[in-house]
């Protein structure tokens, strides 16, 4: 019987953890892990430039829960990944980029060879939490081991392994499929001293992250049970939809900084209180937050912020250990009040054009249900991001926050649309942005996907263009002409429809989407920024 290469025990190795889906653009430098992945059963979905590999993956992973993976070659594969790599980073979505990397005889000499860099561990270093290469067949499965446990036990994040190309060829060394299995079992939670502080206090405010977005029964029964308004940040929009005490709204608005300050309790779980969403528009400072309560995977992230009570571990587990701490029956009441003022209060502060926006955006929803909504940096996605109560929990997320990456929508929302094959999306992205990543969309034309693709047009980078005219610098380069949508999308091979900026008409757009298979291309004609109202 002939003994795996190093490449096909790889990806032997991944799928027995679990992996079933792997994206990425075969090179000479990746042939190898081909060679296992072709009989291994596991989806190849091919994206038209690495940076889409790495979005695709981070859509998968942000949808599924598991580790999006992506195989990129040697060199500039990888210099291509490191900008999703940084995105998921930033907001602790668990990814895997397996890259190739020169033979090992010539790395760090600097002698030309195809695609060197000087030291591309170091590199990958920059962004990965994890990032390791296979110096020796017998290291694969330790490294592994190494990077499934950080999944399984710690902040997730991007992790990056290479293999020499001289190493993915030879023979693997030992058990291909020996792998460990990481404990499920968390640190012993101090959940009496945050029981007595939260028994104690009247006015209990929750701060719902990212780290929460997977509790929503647990975290109901937590804010019903303290009659605590829950204030959600971008990565945890649709946990508390449509319930009285939900705040869908921005922690960075003062009508809910307010509300903060008001409590004589916070308690934060799984939010790294970071100022895209608690500080967005730059004032240096964020709310006060009294008695507060900290509860999050990251020790390290504990440190940054100071808190009455820390509690490291998965808010998963803290939740439910909790609400058996916590007594039935105080018989707390105001909170839904609470809540209800600050959503009014805050509906008011993002103002008339931001409202409107927020209209379109329900007007969406309500046509397509419970779909997935993943948006880049455009208008609609800031107003959704500022106040949008989402009908699916973790259904709302987008690189408007964290590291801000454009061109991230489009090829999110493939894998998006992967990880939830029965599930609508709507990626949402403006028209400069989708410049960035347009010709991922065939991606979703190859693999027949549910997406409706839309463009918000306002031909041009406004908040660019309005940013510089707010502080007398001359417009300059946000103008880029757009491409003809109706023929890009003709020359898809995909439905297209134009309507104007108003909830019905996209409704109905939407709706007709929903009886279509595969993708579908809306594009939305929003007012053109006007160069000339440029202050002087």
Known sequence: MRTPTVGEALVSNLKTRGVTCVFGIPGVHTIELYRGLAASGIRHVTPRHEQGAGFMADGYARVSGNPGVAFVITGPGLTNTLTPMAQARADSVPMLVVSGVNPTSTLGKGMGHLHELPDQLALARTVALISEQVSEAKDLNPILDRVFEGFANRRPGPMHIEVPLDLAGSAQEGPADAISNPSDAADPIPVAEAAALLTAAERVVILAGGGAKRTTGYLQSLAERMDAPVVQTVNA????????????????????????????????????????????????????MPRLIRVDICAAQLQRHPAELAIHGDVKNVIPALLKALPVGQNRTGGAERAAHARTEAWDEIGPDYRRQVEVLKAMREAQPNALMIGDSAQPIYAGNLYYDHDRAGGWFNAATGYGALGYAIPAAVGAAIAAPDTRVICIVGDGGAQFSLPEIMAAVDEGLPITFVIWNNHGYQEIATSMRDVGVKIIGCDPTPPDFAATATSFGIPFERVANEPQAVANALHAASNTHGPVMVEITAPTFEPEKERT
């Open 237 to 288: 929009r649709g946990v508390m939809h449509g319930h009285p005490l939900t705040v869908p709204a921005s922690p960075s608005l003062p009508a809910v900084r307010k509300l903060i300050e008001n409590a004589d309790c916070v308690l934060a779980l799984g939010t790294e209180l970071g100022p895209t969403d608690y500080d967005m528009y730059a004032t240096g400072h964020m709310a006060e």
